[in-house]
């Protein structure tokens, strides 16, 4: 059995004790209703759309309860274990699309960062920590790619300047410097970040959970 929620609509200033959101709720591909939160810390909820969606949410909410326990560590070593619900499933599918929003956010913030200070440095970002360093190069690197004598000098600049940024685990995310020329550097693929981040404006996707 597939559930899904599509259509999330989230609202941080709403979240009081929980995280308010609404969607449309499907079920093995139909629309059976909508299901949301209203951030109080009240339980998730959801609604059929009518009464023809009665027995298939019936039989996801048989599915969700046969689902293993929620495990729960907490201070101290204990173990707390929660029987599955419909709503647990929910709020589970609801995590996943924060998490991948909250990603969104970072890759699109990050790569603005990165336009704003390649043309006269290089940037080098920590994929362990975030960290975010700029190291200005001798002349803008449009200049420094216009022949082989200035190609060397930005290698020789990238080798001396952030090598030891690069051993200690920073990623070079210049996307104006080709390839080929890093390649003639000794930069190693390892050593790139590329961003994951898709063209366009940051939309929810459909977050799907089978049972």
Known sequence: M???????????????????????????????????????????WYRGKDSSCKPLIAAAERYCALLPDRVLKVPGGRVIRFKQSMGQVIEELFDTH???????????????????RQAGSFVLYNPHNGDVRSITTREPIGILLQNTYLRNALCEDLKTNAKSYLEAGYQLANTNIPETVLATCNIQPGQLFRSKQTKGPLQAKKYKRKI
């Open 2 to 44: 597939l559930i899904e929620i599509k259509n999330v609509q989230h609202h941080a200033q709403l979240s009081r004790a929980s995280w308010q959101f609404t969607a449309t709720l499907h079920i093995d591909g139909q629309v059976v209703g909508t299901t949301g939160n209203d951030g109080d810390g009240s339980p998730t």
């Open 98 to 116: 924060r998490s991948e929003m909250r990603r969104q956010g970072w890759e699109h913030f990050l790569q603005q960062e990165i336009n704003r």
